[in-house]
């Protein structure tokens, strides 16, 4: 396991245990990503990493414990940049245009759809797994969700409730997402990713913008 391996004669450090808890985590998020999780067993992801399984199971004791994990892991980093998104700027709609463009870059990577498409389509078959991914989902999207209902608060955006008005914004732009990830050639002619974002933000900003900024 060479650089985290265990001291000598003793317990892992820190720093040790936190590199081999990601290096579960990314050897769990590739096989659950190339084969599915209900095809895929702890035992096959030790396997794959050349560890023992029982490394795995100090650290999960199954298999939903382990995706969770994987997920969670995503989440904090998906969130921390959708909420450096918005930091950048004072303006709160123009947080919300900068906090939904960093979710159209992340959704846009193949890395990033592969693994979700699988789990998605999983839980169309799978009630707890469906309910898991709701909850997920929710806490990955709360960054947008508190930009929409701050630039409510100034007036920016129409009075409404802000997760249906999210999850809104998130449609028009998983379709522009799946238009790049899909993609086996360029756009079309004079088409960039930066311009596919600007339609779709342009339409709803004619949706639910107090008024529309020229």
């Known amino acids: 396991m060479g650089a985290i391996g265990r001291k000598t ?3 892992p450090t820190k720093e040790q245990a936190a ?3 990601d290096l579960v985590l990314d050897g769990a998020r590739a096989i659950f990503c190339r084969k599915g999780v209900s095809h895929s067993s702890l035992e096959e992801i030790a396997l794959h990493l050349g560890i023992s399984k029982h490394t795995i199971y100090r650290r999960f ?3 939903a414990a382990l995706l ?3 997920v ?3 989440i904090r980093r998906f969130r921390s940049e ?3 998104a918005a930091a950048a700027t004072a303006d709160p709609l123009d947080a919300v245009r900068r906090t939904a463009q960093r979710y159209f ?3 846009s990577s193949r890395d990033y759809a592969a693994f979700y498409l699988s789990v998605t389509a999983e839980a169309a078959l ?3 797994l469906r309910k898991r991914l709701s909850e997920w989902s929710r806490a990955a999207l709360q960054p947008l969700i508190d930009t929409i209902s701050a630039a409510q608060a100034a007036g920016a955006i129409r009075a409404g409730e802000p997760i249906p008005i999210c999850e809104i914004l998130v449609d028009l732009l998983e379709g522009a997402n799946n238009r790049v990830r899909l993609q086996d050639q360029p756009l079309s002619e004079g088409q960039t990713e930066q311009q596919l974002f600007d339609q779709r933000w342009a339409v709803f900003l004619i949706c639910f913008a107090e008024s529309i900024p020229r």
Do not use: H, T, W
Request: charged share 35%; aromatic share 4%; hydrophobic share 40%.
């Open 61 to 63: 004791p199954n298999k």
């Open 105 to 107: 870059e992340f959704g």
């Open 19 to 21: 590199a081999l808890d």
């Open 72 to 74: 969670q892991r995503d």
């Open 82 to 84: 959708l909420e450096l």
């Open 9 to 11: 004669g003793g317990r």
């Open 68 to 70: 969770d994990a994987v």
């Open 126 to 128: 799978s009630l707890a």
